[in-house]
């Protein structure tokens, strides 16, 4: 036991941990609400848990490896050819393949800062270079930076719409505009986690930017709006021999028997989901309206969550936000993002936030 033990890739000492959203702590008597990741408040439909059920009886056998029924789920409900199609283990793994498939070490993956905390995570997995162009003053993608970024080491350049944490999503015709100045031979990920929540003006059309590029690859994911975070399922439709690329680095049997039973079940009951994320959408309009009219600077909010730019206030603001019963999602000197959760949870999000810019952090 004398010698140091095997030294890993010298990458991965400089790779940020991921920060997963923390529970709330229970206190007696208060109410506790996780805001933290996210997450679909609401519970599976009863026809999705009985699939899972039904899956979790076979446990004993490997997963279809070839995610048969799921490929031909998606390819019939996008109306895109199934060999387009991959899945993995949530669309987080399905972009650490495909940074590992398209980068070689010191290639570069240009991406807007902040956004997704996996995204410098991936390219530094990867052993790829992680370049973070800044967002805008109102926390939007900076497209033209993002353009001007590109070098003849980029590979991948990823697109995070609506923009997590901050909120704002990128239209149509801009995100159009963008693709006509990345050249043919840089992957554009349209990562479209929050794609369902998207309420503004000129929606994005991925799937047909998709059709016009074969460059453009787009990422879904079932944890959001058809809420199963917990059993990881993601995929991506791409070009097809990008999407054969990103399977040839998948992990064999990467998404279990369960989360493909599941996500066949959700695309079964889709309209009620999308019913769900309605209620969700307009629960967000309430409380971004309700945050605005108390003074809140709130970026223009498209996915189930809020963003508050707390600058140095962050850390103050997640205690008070602990203190009522509720766990949000604090990013150090920068802001809190908070998840729209149940109505109950939202209003005591709004009170907190009402007591906390009147008393704490208001005018002077
Ligand atoms: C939540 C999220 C995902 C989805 O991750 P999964 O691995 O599918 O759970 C992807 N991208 C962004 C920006 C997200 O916020």
Redesign the pocket.
């Known amino acids: 036991m004398n010698s140091p033990p095997p030294r890993p890739r010298a990458a991965l000492a400089g790779i940020p941990a991921y920060v997963a959203g923390r529970p709330p702590t229970g206190r007696d008597g208060v109410p506790t609400y996780k805001l933290s990741s ?1 997450e679909n408040p609401f519970p599976p439909p009863p026809e999705v848990v009985r699939a899972v059920e039904a899956a979790a009886a076979s446990m004993n056998r490997y997963p279809d490896m070839g995610n048969v029924l799921l490929y031909e789920s998606v390819a019939a409900r996008l109306e895109v050819p199934v060999d387009a199609l991959a899945a993995s283990t ?4 399905v972009l650490y393949h495909l940074v590992q498939a398209f980068c070689e070490p010191g290639d570069e993956v240009v991406h807007a800062w902040r956004s ?1 905390e996996a995204y410098p995570i991936a390219a530094s997995v990867c052993g790829a270079v992680s370049v973070q162009v800044p967002l805008t003053a109102d926390a939007r993608h900076d497209l033209d930076a993002m353009a001007a970024a590109v070098t003849d080491r980029t590979r991948v350049v990823l697109v ?1 719409t609506p923009n ?1 944490p901050t909120g704002p999503a990128i239209g149509h015709e801009a995100l159009r505009a963008f693709l006509q100045s990345v050249p043919p031979d840089v992957v554009v990920v349209v ?1 479209e ?1 929050y794609g369902e929540f998207v309420r503004g003006e000129d929606p994005l059309r991925a799937l047909e930017l998709r059709r016009e590029h074969a460059n453009v690859v787009v990422l879904r ?1 079932f ?2 709006a058809y809420g199963l ?1 917990g059993l ?1 399922a ?1 995929y991506l439709v791409a070009h097809p021999t990008v999407a054969a690329a990103v399977r040839a680095c998948s992990l064999p049997f990467g998404v279990s028997a369960v989360a493909q039973a599941a996500a066949v079940a959700v695309l079964g009951c889709e309209g009620q989901l999308l019913e769900r994320v309605e209620a969700i959408v307009a629960e967000r309009e309430r409380v971004a309206a309700a945050l605005r009219g108390d003074g809140w600077d709130v970026p223009d909010a498209q996915g189930n969550f809020v963003w508050l730019p707390l600058g140095d206030d962050t850390a103050r603001f997640a205690a008070a936000a602990e203190a009522a019963g509720m766990a949000v999602r604090p990013y150090a000197g920068d802001g809190v993002r908070v998840t729209v959760g149940e109505p109950p949870a939202n209003d005591v999000f709004l009170e907190t936030a009402r007591e906390f810019i009147t008393r704490d952090h208001g005018p002077d």
Request: aromatic content about 6%; charged content about 20%.
């Open positions: 996210n949530g669309s987080v793994a997704f995070c997590n990562d986690a994911t944890a959001k975070a990881r993601g």
